[in-house]
């Protein structure tokens, strides 16, 4: 794995906006660190363009240097269209489970008064993604189809995976259906009033996986970001009034900091 290479993939959207805002936390400027950051369009139309040859060679990159950051993406929903970047990118790295976490956010009150982080714990390639679907007849006679692929061998890597997580953590394990949408982002595109928290905390645990040096500078951009919301500044959807790039700008100010600070220990 090349420590200090991350693969960007960009998006669509507010998907990419937020990606450029987490890029902004890896600036030399910001971390000190001088990363090589080689960039693949997967925007809906540079996907159609290149007949999903634009994630293949996205995906080639990722397994030559081993990390990569990814914007979200259209996936349009005609079957004769691209279909989902995510799915092949997941086929060609040898993913199999998806792992979120949830965390609670300093001074923001949780729904429901759930207090402990919850990890979704997911099957990576088979499934929704693996569908054929079709039509047959035409007017009122008219069916459709679905068929999905869902394999045992990758079913056991998720729920095995599941059960030592819990046991690691002391949680308990739930089951149920996940369904796959075609997300948009109506409302939101390019008006700087999204929450870039999940792609800079995104960033930073990319750091977390190379050298020490990064991985300093990630623990520094996860607590800058944390603090950030525990002090007021927040966008509107955590109850605060801060446009998306102001709430990056107050990170990347602490960040600074801390790593100065940390300098002179």
């Known amino acids: ?5 991350i693969v960007v993939l960009e998006g669509d959207d507010t998907g990419q906006e937020l990606l450029e805002e987490s890029l902004r936390l890896l600036a ?15 925007s809906l139309e540079s996907r159609r363009s290149t007949r999903n040859g634009v994630v293949h060679e996205a995906a080639a990159a990722i397994r030559e240097h081993g990390l ?29 489970v998806i792992v979120r976490t949830g965390r609670r956010i300093p001074g923001v009150v949780p729904l429901g008064g759930v207090h402990a982080p919850i990890s979704v714990v ?5 499934d929704a993604y693996g569908a054929k679907e079709w039509r047959e007849g035409s007017g009122d006679d008219e069916v459709a189809y679905r068929t999905e692929r869902i394999e045992r061998r990758i079913c056991r890597a998720v729920a095995e995976f599941a059960f030592r997580q819990a046991e690691r953590t002391g949680a308990k394990v739930f089951g149920g259906p996940k369904y796959t949408v075609s997300p948009t982002y109506e409302g939101m ?22 050298d020490e040096e990064c991985e300093r500078a990630g623990r520094a951009i996860r607590e800058a970001c944390l603090e950030t919301v525990a002090d007021g500044t927040r966008t509107a959807d955590l109850g605060g009034y801060s446009a998306t790039s102001e709430f990056t700008d107050e990170v990347i100010r602490r960040t600074r900091t801390k790593l100065d600070v940390w300098s002179t220990l």
């Open 122 to 126: 997911r099957m990576a390639v088979g």
């Open 1 to 5: 794995m090349d420590a200090r290479t």
């Open 68 to 96: 990569g950051i990814k914007a979200a993406t259209i996936t349009p929903e005609g079957r004769d269209d691209v279909g989902s970047p995510n799915r092949i990118l997941r086929e060609e790295i040898g993913g199999q």
């Open 189 to 210: 595109q390019g008006k700087d009033v999204a929450n870039p928290m999940a792609m800079v905390l995104a960033a930073a645990a990319l750091l977390s996986h190379s």
């Open 28 to 42: 030399p400027g910001v971390t000190g660190i001088e990363l090589e950051l080689p960039r693949f369009d997967l």
